[in-house]
């Protein structure tokens, strides 16, 4: 059974931090493109950032030189430190694994950025 585990979340005042967890089972870690998605109240879902099974990053235009997408191919985990938090960022993130034409999602963690 696979399962993606988030965690992390909260509430933090704008500029603030938090780190993000994502801790997978039942599947091959080391194989799967990682990624961070969000959802804010009333929009779609969004891609964050993601990283490949060999640590090439990507990340949105609105996180790019704040967030940092990492992964511990050792601990089956992958995270996203997030940096100088605006009340933009206020959503539900979700992690990713995609291998091929599998994908697994979370459950999902609160993140709500306000003073």
């Known amino acids: 059974q696979v399962q993606l585990v988030e965690s992390g979340g909260g509430l933090v005042q704008p500029g603030g931090s938090l780190r993000l967890s994502c801790t997978t089972s039942?599947?091959?870690?080391?194989?799967?493109?990682m990624s961070w998605y969000r959802q804010a109240p009333g929009k779609q879902r969004e891609l964050v950032a993601f990283i490949t099974s060999d640590d090439f990053t990507n990340y949105a235009v609105s996180v790019k030189g704040r967030f940092t997408i990492s992964r511990d191919n050792n601990k089956n985990t992958v995270y996203l430190q997030m940096n100088s938090l605006k009340p933009e960022d206020t959503a539900v993130y979700y992690c990713?694994?995609?291998?091929?034409?599998?994908?697994?999602w979370g459950q999902g963690t609160q993140v709500t950025v306000s003073p």
């Open positions: 990713k694994a995609k291998k091929g034409g599998l994908d697994y």
């Open positions: 039942g599947i091959i870690f080391g194989g799967y493109l």
